[in-house]
């Protein structure tokens, strides 16, 4: 099913490329997602095979022509068509993965003993972009077990500036 999803939101990220209106879709998908996990009614709806495909296909056409990019509105109807609307919200991540590594944008997760402050997120943001060589940008996390410091994960690598990991080196170079 994620090869399908990821098929499917590479065919869509073409097209956005195309036009040049990648943030635009992304933003569409964005508002599409916030509609569908408000109303978890509307999926169930959009895949039943007990309502005809032509009926389940108009409605997408009455919520969302003339609201949404064209290209969105005709993706929508091909998964409502094909039975694979339930893979919307997987084809919307990986649209977004591709959109990130296009704008080449990379997502630090920072999990840290204590909230950071404004000041200590600006700076760490500007000591990761120098490092990547391009924008990053910040998800946050507080875990108070890690004691203090830091500990970034971002392109599949990790640092662990945390207390909780120099007191295990530590207890582990005096127990040897």
Not at 145 to 163: F, H, N, T, W, Y
Request: hydrophobic residues 40%; glycine residues 4%.
């Amino acid at each position: 099913m994620m090869q399908m999803s990821k098929e499917y939101a590479e065919a869509l990220f073409m097209l956005a490329c195309e036009e040049n209106k990648k943030q635009e879709y992304a933003d569409s998908l964005a508002v599409v997602m916030d509609i569908l996990e408000n109303n978890t009614e509307y999926i169930d709806f959009l895949s039943s095979p007990a309502i005809p495909v032509g009926e389940r296909v108009e409605a997408i056409d009455s919520a969302f022509s003339g609201e949404l990019p064209e290209h969105i509105v005709s993706f929508l109807k091909l998964l409502c068509e094909r039975s694979r609307i339930r893979m919307f919200e997987e084809c919307t991540a990986e649209y977004n993965k591709l959109l990130k590594v296009s704008q080449q944008i990379s997502t630090a997760k920072v999990t840290s003993a204590v909230e950071i402050t404004e000041e200590e997120e600006k700076n760490l943001i500007q000591k990761l972009e120098k490092m990547f060589g391009h924008a990053v940008k910040l998800e946050k996390a507080i875990d108070p077990s890690i004691i203090g410091g830091m500990i970034i994960e971002s392109d599949g690598k990790v640092v662990d500036a945390s207390l909780r990991r120099r007191l295990s080196d530590v207890k582990e170079v005096i127990s040897r």
